[in-house]
Every structure is written in structure tokens, then in C-alpha cells.
């Protein structure tokens, strides 16, 4: 019985913490002076047509229309002055990972010098935006300048778009959050390798990792 009573409360508080934060957002508002869009990982390599991870993220940036929606999410920050930060993985040289007591990438995919590591089309650096060094593996901060970054431009808020949602953008933002940063999760503007990875990352990780949950429409309406 106890252990019924328990399960039921933790129940519960899943669910007012997705309550709780469903709350916050249709009220929460952000100073620009203060925060910045986090945009992961937006290489060919993952979004155009030709990158070798592609045809696996096809799928969800097709169900999230998220190129459109990762475009119209920094367009909206420039605009109103939100600071745009880009957050790159690692470039593949030769002979990087060789040396990794436990292992590295798989060499294929991120090659230095390639089409594959330009960011795609739509989501090109524009003068004032920033760019992080390049992680490793999945957290944007961890061995990069990110929090240095953050800190020197005096932003505490921080909103996460890109790829891949379960992986990337989960990891960065489970390190935003412990460094003390108030963390925002776009629901839309976002890719992962099937609907699944999606469905897991939006509708169970995020409403627990972050402060707050959102479309790419409601955040712009918040900025606005």
C-alpha cells in the first residue's frame, strides 16, 4: 500500500511539474539584455539534403517544419536583441579520437573542411552573433567557453534550438540548468532521429530538466 501511495505521489508531481511549467510560459517574459538563443549543432550534416545524418533526422525536421521554425526563432531574437550563440560539435580531423581511453566518434560524420560542417542555408551567422568552441561529445559546455561566453555578456537565460534533441540539446541543457541558468526548451525548432527520440525528449525530459517549455510561436509572442 505504501508503495502504491508513493508511486502516486510521484505521479502527481510529474505532472504539476508539466502543469507548472505550461503555467509559467503563457506569462513569462525575457529581457533581452539577458538572454540568449543556444543553437546547436545546425550543420548540413544533419539538415539539408547530402548530409549523411539526413536521412535519419528527416523524419521529425519534417513533422516540426524546424528549419523554418529554427530561422524564424533567431530572426525574432536579432530582431528584438537577444543574443544569438552558436554551439558547435567538433570538427573530425584524422587521427582525433585514436588516442580516447574510451573512444571517440565514428570518424565518419562532422569531417573538418567539408560542406558537412557549414551551417546549413538558412541559419548562417550574422555580425554580433557568438560561436562557442567545439564540444566533443554532447554537452555544449563541457571543455568549451560556453559558460565563459554566457557570463562575460551577463546572460542568464538561455533557449535551446537545433539538433539532436535527445542527445546535444538535452546534454547542454541539463548543464545549463546545474551551472544556474533559467533554461527554455523549444518544442519545434528541434530534430532527432525518429518521433520516438522526439516524443521522449519533449513530452518527458524537457517539462523536468527546464524552467520552461515552448513553440517556437509562443516564445516569439513572449519576445514580442
Not at 539538415?47 to 529554427?70: F, V
Not at 537545433?162 to 547542454?172: D, K, L, P, Q, Y
Not at 523549444?186 to 530534430?191: H, M, N
Request: glycine share 6%; hydrophobic share 40%; charged share 20%.
Amino acid at each position: 500500500m505504501k508503495l502504491l501511495l508513493n508511486a502516486n505521489k510521484l505521479i502527481a508531481l510529474f505532472f504539476f511539474s508539466i502543469i507548472s511549467s505550461q503555467l509559467a510560459a503563457q506569462d513569462y517574459s525575457y529581457n533581452p539584455q539577458r538572454s540568449a538563443i543556444l543553437l546547436i549543432d545546425p550543420y548540413n550534416e544533419f539538415l539539408s539534403e547530402g548530409g549523411l545524418l539526413y536521412p535519419l533526422s528527416k523524419e521529425t525536421l519534417d513533422a516540426n517544419n524546424a528549419i523554418a521554425n529554427m530561422k524564424a526563432v533567431v530572426d525574432a531574437a536579432r530582431e528584438s536583441g537577444i543574443k544569438v550563440i552558436y554551439v558547435p560539435h567538433n570538427h573530425y580531423d584524422e587521427g582525433d579520437y585514436d588516442d580516447w581511453k574510451f573512444g571517440g566518434g565514428s570518424g565518419r560524420v562532422f569531417k573538418a573542411g567539408t560542406w558537412n560542417v557549414e551551417y546549413h542555408p538558412d541559419l548562417q551567422k550574422q555580425p554580433g552573433d557568438l560561436e562557442a568552441r567545439q564540444h566533443w561529445k554532447s554537452s555544449g559546455f563541457a571543455n568549451t567557453d560556453l559558460d565563459f561566453l554566457l557570463k562575460m555578456h551577463d546572460i542568464d537565460h538561455v533557449i535551446l534550438a537545433g539538433m539532436r534533441a535527445n542527445t546535444c540539446i538535452e546534454s547542454t541543457a541539463r548543464y545549463a540548468v546545474e551551472l544556474g541558468y533559467h533554461t527554455t526548451m523549444l518544442t519545434d525548432a528541434i530534430g532527432a532521429f525518429n518521433m520516438k527520440e522526439m516524443q521522449a525528449a519533449v513530452e518527458i525530459d524537457y517539462p523536468v530538466i527546464s524552467q520552461n517549455v515552448l513553440s517556437t510561436q509562443e516564445f516569439i509572442a513572449a519576445i514580442e
